[in-house]
């Protein structure tokens, strides 16, 4: 059984950091990609970045390029996001998701990934 546990999320001032880990067992696909989403009230769920886990590429919704990183330790399967330079826009319930290895146009759509998280909330203040 697939277990994705999200880890790292909390309170910070625009223009500060935060570092979240989502930590994957129970998967068994050779290459696969492995995605942060994040959730507003009153919002869609949205693509945030995405990495595969075969070649290492990520990607990134435009909102955040520049600003956040995708990593990935393959040995101890885990992704994490580096968020820096947080705005207030950025507060939402961040979840990650993981799937076989797609397409990279299709990596930042929800509807592309069957395995998700429990999503740890970050909230960012002015």
């Known amino acids: 059984q697939v277990q994705l546990v999200e880890s790292g999320g909390g309170s910070v001032q625009a223009g500060g950091s935060l570092r979240l880990s989502c930590a994957a067992s129970?998967?068994?696909?050779?290459?696969?990609?492995m995605a942060w989403f994040r959730q507003a009230p009153g919002k869609e769920r949205e693509g945030v970045a995405a990495?595969?886990?075969?070649?290492?590429?990520?990607y990134y919704a435009d909102s955040v390029k520049g600003r956040f990183t995708i990593s990935q330790d393959n040995a101890k399967n885990t992704v994490y996001l580096q968020m820096n330079s947080l705005k207030p826009e950025d507060t939402a319930m961040y979840y990650c998701?993981?799937?076989?290895?797609?397409?990279?146009?299709?990596?930042?759509?929800?509807?592309?990934?069957?395995?998700w998280g429990q999503g740890t909330q970050v909230t960012v203040s002015s």
């Open positions: 998701a993981a799937d076989r290895a797609k397409a990279w146009w299709l990596a930042l759509r929800p509807s592309e990934y069957n395995y």
């Open positions: 990495i595969y886990s075969r070649s290492g590429n990520p």
């Open positions: 129970g998967y068994t696909y050779s290459d696969n990609c």
